[in-house]
Every structure is written in C-alpha cells, then in structure tokens.
C-alpha cells in the first residue's frame, strides 16, 4: 500500500489543523482507514478509525474535539483536529486495510508519519 500524508505543523493550543492521508494499493481495494500517533517515549495509540461501512470510533482522549471522514472515491481519510493541547503532540500515522474479495488481508499499511506539535 502506498500511502500520501500531509497537514501536520506547529499550532498554539487551542489551535486547529487537518491531517489528511491518501491510500493506494494493486492488492483488492482499500478498506478500512485509521489515523494512531506516537509520541516520545509512548507507545503508538489509536486516535480514530473508520470501519469499512463507516463506523467511526475515537480514544477518549480525542472525543469531541477530532473528527475522522473519509472520501471514498479517493480513498482519502482526513482528520480534523480542533481545540488542540499540549498532549496532542506526536507523529501521526495512517493506516489502511486490504480487503481482497470481499474479505480483510491485512491491516499492517503504515503512512510515513507527519509530525503535530501543539506549543502551550
């Protein structure tokens, strides 16, 4: 899977920006699509998915104030990330699963990373 991410920067907290992630494969079609960070010293977390049929699901952490979407058409997930703090800073990874004949393949698809930081 070939993956193109952009939006991430330096924001004050409080701030805004939107990541968005661009998966490509010649494997079946690209299914589901989730954005995890990692922050130093931290273990990758999960941020938010959005199932295959578009269910979405958020950490807590994130609730209310990021939003995952995905166009489709483009195989393009975004999120939108509002009332940023200082605890938001990590590098932001995209993930994208494989779904070959109707069935799921393989989740491990993993963007290059775009860097967040959130200034207090």
């Known amino acids: 899977v070939e993956f193109v991410e952009s939006g991430g920067g330096l924001v004050q907290a409080g701030g805004s920006l939107r990541l968005s992630c661009t998966a490509s494969?010649?494997?079946?079609?690209?299914?589901?699509m989730a954005w995890y960070r990692q922050a130093p010293g931290n273990q990758r977390e999960l941020v938010a998915v959005?199932?295959?049929?578009?269910?979405?699901r958020y950490a807590d952490s994130v609730k209310g104030r990021f939003t995952i979407s995905k166009d489709s058409a483009k195989d393009t997930v975004y999120l939108q990330m509002n009332n940023l703090r200082s605890e938001d800073t990590a590098v932001y990874y995209c993930?994208?699963?494989?779904?070959?004949?109707?069935?799921?393949?393989?989740?491990?698809?993993w963007g290059q990373g775009t860097q967040v930081t959130v200034s207090a």
């Open positions: 494969t010649s494997r079946g079609r690209i299914g589901p």
């Open positions: 993930n994208a699963g494989v779904i070959q004949l109707g069935r799921p393949v393989d989740y491990d698809n």
């Open positions: 959005r199932a295959d049929g578009g269910a979405t």
